[in-house]
T-cell receptor
Framework: NAGVTQTPKFQVLKTGQSMTLQCAQD?????MYWYRQDPGMGLRLIYY???????DKGEVPNGYNVSRLNKREFSLRLESAAPSQTSVYFC?????????????FGDGTRLSIL | QKEVEQDPGPLSVPEGAIVSLNCTYSNSAFQYFMWYRQYSRKGPELLMYTYSSGNKEDGRFTAQVDKSSKYISLFIRDSQPSDSATYLCAMSYMDSNYQLIWGAGTKLIIKP
């Protein structure tokens, strides 16, 4: 009964380093999302994947890339980390994008860029 | 101006009190209104979901939408310490493919 699993839970990087955040869901959902959550800002959409093989930019895509590896997995990559990317990153999934169903979230990755 | 405004709090109330949490919004196209609850160091989870105007009740929770005022509320009756969390409102509409627009969240503390 895992739902949405994110790894790692915590990470500290130095400016300029790269890393990939992993997300996997076991609910057979078609659509997956990456958000960042900053104090006073709410959740902001970085990228989403409506279905396997497709990805699209959200509200704040600059500095990020994504890969929809298969139906289960959706990864987020920071190529050259910057202090402004210090945030909590959430992955979410939904059975079908374009429906009014609830999104299911992982427990987040807390990322600090020094 | 943000599309969805929500007071970040914290809102601190004694156990057993009635809690009122609110969001205002500017886009009259919003049709679907959700409240998510987020415990510390956890992801958000859906608490209540309402379509268009009106009230919806689920146990101790009541969600209210007033589209004429562009205002939504979440009421919690007989509040418990376990209700201590951050409550996020989110809303969407069909023509945007139901893309969720989020409030910043209100931190609620229920004191025993």
């Amino acid at each position: 009964n895992a739902g949405v699993t994110q790894t790692p839970k915590f990470q500290v990087l130095k400016t300029g380093q790269s890393m990939t955040l992993q997300c996997a869901q076991d609910m057979n959902h078609n659509s997956m999302y990456w958000y960042r959550q900053d104090p006073g800002m709410g959740l902001r959409l970085i990228y989403y994947s409506a279905s396997e093989g497709t990805t699209d930019k959200g509200e704040v895509p600059n500095g990020y890339n994504v890969s929809r590896l298969n139906k289960r997995e959706f990864s987020l990559r920071l190529e050259s980390a910057a202090p402004s990317q210090t945030s909590v990153y959430f992955c979410a999934s939904i059975r079908v994008r374009g429906s009014n169903q609830p999104q299911h979230f992982g427990d987040g990755t807390r990322l600090s860029i020094l | 101006q943000k599309e969805v405004e929500q007071d970040p709090g914290p809102l601190s109330v004694p156990e057993g009190a009635i809690v009122s949490l609110n969001c205002t919004y500017s886009n009259s196209a919003f049709q679907y209104f959700m409240w998510y609850r987020q415990y510390s160091r956890k992801g958000p989870e859906l608490l209540m979901y309402t379509y268009s105007s009106g009230n919806k009740e689920d146990g101790r929770f009541t969600a209210q939408v007033d589209k004429s005022s562009k205002y939504i509320s979440l009421f919690i009756r007989d509040s418990q310490p376990s209700d201590s969390a951050t409550y996020l409102c989110a809303m969407s509409y069909m023509d945007s493919n139901y893309q969720l627009i989020w409030g910043a969240g209100t931190k609620l503390i229920i004191k025993p």
